[in-house]
């Protein structure tokens, strides 16, 4: 009893409050990358794992360019094009090749583990905000907010209007239902390595926002970044589906992703001030995933169960 009353009162809520900003910032970041992922999971239907590659090339792309003397909106672009490039190789492999999207996915990222390691030439990379012109840093996490929305906006608003465009169409189209799609005339497998290509560039594009941040590139840093993606695409959209149930719509499921990645590293940050061994955050991070994605299911499931119906019709026939 004494050494849990000791350990409740070790929680200083000045800490996480403290701490929060910080987590929001991260959070913006990651749910941009989790546009990408919200492109190819939920408007594809690909599952799509060479996003932990391509968030990696996107910081390592960077890093390389600014310690090189190049300006940052240049190392920014040219980290767009690699995270394009890696999409495209996804797409090749399973379009032309006939790969599996999961193994297609697997062998990209695979072979952007050792590509990002040579243009990096060693596996970490320091980018201080004290030696180049950042976009985002965390030396200043309040401006860090305000870019990170005003980033995720410009990218939310391009992405409502190119996929309201007939290619935008064709690809979610070709995500709803192939063979229909493939009928009509549509090339689906086109559509499919430009869906992957336009992923891939977001989540380079968020990666190399993030080595901005922390200060470094570093060849691991997209590890798990699938998972954190389908966090904030689930977290979003459970949430989207409960508080705005039919009126939720493209750009809201959109603006639900990135609120995913904000309320995903909120979440994260409560299991850090309640001094939870961080060796463990993956294991925490795949019970929250498997929770949000459990929950629509398990709603469903209650929906419709046995009890419910009979009660229901019970409640018609007084």
Request: charged share 10%; no cysteine; glycine share 10%.
């Amino acid at each position: 009893m004494d050494a849990i009353l000791s350990y409740f009162s070790s929680l200083n809520p000045t800490n996480f409050f403290s701490a929060l900003p910080g987590n929001i910032a991260q959070g913006i970041i990651w749910g941009l990358m989790g546009l990408g992922v919200f492109l190819t999971y939920k408007l594809l239907n690909f599952a799509d794992l060479s996003v932990d590659g391509s968030f990696a090339t996107g910081g390592a792309v960077t890093a390389i360019m600014l310690l090189n003397g190049q300006p940052i909106w240049l190392a920014l672009i040219v980290a767009i094009i690699a995270g394009l490039l890696a999409g495209l190789v996804t797409g090749l492999l399973h379009t032309l090749l006939g790969i599996p999207d999961i193994l297609a996915g697997i062998l990209t990222q695979i072979a952007l583990y050792s590509i990002n390691l040579n243009i990096m030439g060693k596996s970490n990379l320091p980018i201080s905000y004290r030696n180049y012109s950042l976009v985002i840093s965390a030396s200043n996490i309040n401006m860090a907010i305000i870019i990170g929305l005003v980033i995720a906006a410009i990218i939310i608003a391009a992405m409502y209007w190119y996929f309201g465009t007939e290619q935008g169409s064709t690809i979610r189209s070709t995500g709803s239902n192939p063979a229909m799609s493939k009928a009509q005339g549509i090339n689906i497998n086109v559509a499919k390595v430009i869906a992957l290509s336009l992923s891939n560039g977001i989540v380079a594009f968020s990666g190399a926002l993030f080595a901005q941040y922390q200060g470094f590139a570093d060849i691991n840093m997209g590890r798990g970044a699938i998972v954190i993606g389908l966090a904030a695409v689930i977290i979003g959209e459970v949430l989207a589906d409960a508080f705005l149930k039919r009126h939720s719509n493209f750009i809201v499921r959109m603006v639900s992703v990135i609120v995913g990645g904000i309320l995903y590293y909120i979440a994260m940050g409560i299991v850090l001030w309640l001094k939870m061994p961080t060796d463990d955050t993956k294991l925490f991070t795949a019970v929250i995933v498997a929770i949000f994605l459990a929950a629509p299911y398990l709603r469903n499931k209650a929906k419709t169960s046995f009890k419910k119906v009979a009660k229901q019709n019970a409640k018609n026939a007084q």
